[in-house]
Nanobody
């Protein structure tokens, strides 16, 4: 089992910044990738950004956040970060951490509990 603890959400004015963190813990697992998704009221959950754990740290961003959000990870801490800049009201959503792991011989993913991000004046 892998546990995810998210932090960093809150209320921010348009144009402001927030930094989300997600730490993974547990035993007998190996991280493959980490990422963030979001779900706004009445909408489907959508990908925000992902990053691989390999040294290349390959990243993938939704078009709507490219140039504004930066995903990074600290492999030693099993932690992924999402630096969100130039926030817009349409970024308002619950943000969920997702990790892709291998446990024994199985591969699966886990979701965090979600953290609310509200962009409003």
């Amino acid at each position: 089992q892998v546990q995810l603890v998210e932090s960093g959400g809150g209320l921010v004015q348009p144009g402001g910044s927030l930094r989300l963190s997600c730490a993974a813990s547990g035993s007998n697992f190996a991280l493959l990738a980490m990422g963030w998704y979001r779900q706004a009221p009445g909408k489907q959950r959508e990908l925000v950004a992902t990053i691989t754990i390999a040294s290349s740290g390959r990243t993938n961003y939704a078009d709507s956040v490219k140039g504004r959000f930066i995903i990074s990870r600290d492999n030693a801490k099993n932690t992924v970060y999402l630096q969100m800049n130039s926030l817009k009201p349409e970024d308002t959503a619950v943000y969920y951490c997702n990790v892709d792991v291998v446990e024994s011989i199985s591969r699966r993913d886990y979701w965090g509990q979600g953290t609310q991000v509200t962009v409003s004046s």
